[in-house]
């Protein structure tokens, strides 16, 4: 059960991600033809899914040699976590938490049930990553302990107590969602711009400051140059449903003013 993500994270100086919403396998074996990203992450918050998937999905990933996160929704995490971890996913993307107590909850339902871990995920019968063998009780805890765990910060309380959030052993990274950010505070990010770009910037302070990995999600390449001047090394390129639309509104734009041009 060689987690691959871990390895990133540990040795990486900067890590590149993008994300899914398709449940086709061919999508993320094609991200990782690319050879340009270390994971995928995929957007179970928002699509369709069955188990079945969520294994055609992590053999996509370990085919290539990425890793591969799901993004799950608040109200069901711990069972969609877990099934996630033992389909194959190397990684989970938590999201709604307000504070570290809470944090600290979520991260007990994807360790190991015994006193190393003080988790509560048992030892689950599946394939795990590369249809490991799960002969060794330990062998299975210790890896399933190098599950890398990431915290949405898109609530005004979670902002709030992101120092102490940042500060919860097992909280590999962090990134700040200003779109739930703004809806949270009441206003529209396009009406406070100044606002939402100082919260983001608390969360990536500190982050860095207690070694935690603050992501920021880019549309284009561009973007990071801001980023990475207030020292960000872990960018998430594009999400596959806007990659297309955006394609297909400039790109046909431009071809319907061609074709009515004189």
């Given at each position: 059960?060689?987690?691959?993500?871990?390895?990133?994270?540990?040795?990486?100086?900067?890590?590149?991600?993008?994300?899914?919403?398709?449940?086709?396998?061919?999508?993320?074996?094609?991200?990782?033809?690319?050879?340009?990203?270390?994971?995928?992450?995929?957007?179970?918050?928002?699509?369709?899914?069955?188990?079945?998937?969520?294994?055609?999905?992590?053999?996509?990933?370990?085919?290539?040699?990425?890793?591969?996160?799901?993004?799950?929704?608040?109200?069901?995490?711990?069972?969609?976590?877990?099934?996630?971890?033992?389909?194959?996913?190397?990684?989970?993307?938590?999201?709604?938490?307000?504070?570290?107590?809470?944090?600290?909850?979520?991260?007990?339902?994807?360790?190991?049930?015994?006193?190393?871990?003080?988790?509560?995920?048992g030892f689950v019968n599946r394939r795990w990553i590369g249809n490991a063998d799960l002969s060794s009780q330990m062998d299975y805890a210790r890896d399933v302990?190098?599950?890398?765990?990431?915290?949405?910060?898109?609530?005004?309380?979670?902002?709030?107590?992101?120092?102490?959030?940042?500060?919860?052993?097992?909280?590999?990274?962090?990134?700040?969602?200003?779109?739930?950010?703004?809806?949270?505070?009441?206003?529209?990010?396009?009406?406070?711009?100044?606002?939402?770009?100082?919260?983001?910037?608390?969360?990536?302070k500190a982050a860095l400051k207690h070694g935690v990995s603050p992501r920021v999600e880019i549309r284009c390449a561009r973007e990071a140059e801001h980023y990475?001047?207030?020292?960000?090394?872990?960018?998430c390129l594009g999400s596959e449903i806007r990659i297309l639309k955006d394609f297909w509104k400039q790109e046909g734009d431009a071809l319907h003013q061609l074709?009515?041009?004189?």
């Amino acid at each position: 059960m060689k987690n691959n993500l871990r390895i990133v994270f540990r040795e990486k100086e900067f890590i590149m991600a993008t994300r899914v919403n398709s449940t086709w396998p061919l999508i993320t074996e094609q991200v990782g033809s690319c050879g340009a990203y270390d994971y995928v992450e995929f957007l179970a918050e928002y699509a369709p899914f069955g188990q079945h998937d969520l294994e055609n999905l992590a053999r996509a990933a370990e085919l290539h040699r990425i890793g591969i996160i799901a993004k799950v929704d608040y109200a069901n995490r711990a069972y969609v976590s877990q099934k996630a971890l033992a389909s194959g996913f190397q990684g989970i993307l938590f999201t709604d938490h307000v504070g570290a107590d809470e944090v600290e909850e979520t991260i007990r339902n994807v360790r190991p049930a015994c006193p190393e871990y003080q988790g509560r995920l048992g030892f689950v019968n599946r394939r795990w990553i590369g249809n490991a063998d799960l002969s060794s009780q330990m062998d299975y805890a210790r890896d399933v302990a190098q599950t890398v765990i990431g915290f949405m910060i898109e609530k005004k309380e979670a902002v709030d107590h992101i120092e102490e959030i940042c500060q919860v052993p097992g909280v590999d990274f962090v990134q700040f969602g200003p779109a739930d950010f703004s809806m949270n505070c009441g206003f529209d990010k396009s009406k406070q711009e100044d606002a939402v770009r100082e919260a983001e910037e608390t969360v990536i302070k500190a982050a860095l400051k207690h070694g935690v990995s603050p992501r920021v999600e880019i549309r284009c390449a561009r973007e990071a140059e801001h980023y990475k001047t207030l020292g960000v090394k872990h960018f998430c390129l594009g999400s596959e449903i806007r990659i297309l639309k955006d394609f297909w509104k400039q790109e046909g734009d431009a071809l319907h003013q061609l074709l009515c041009s004189p």
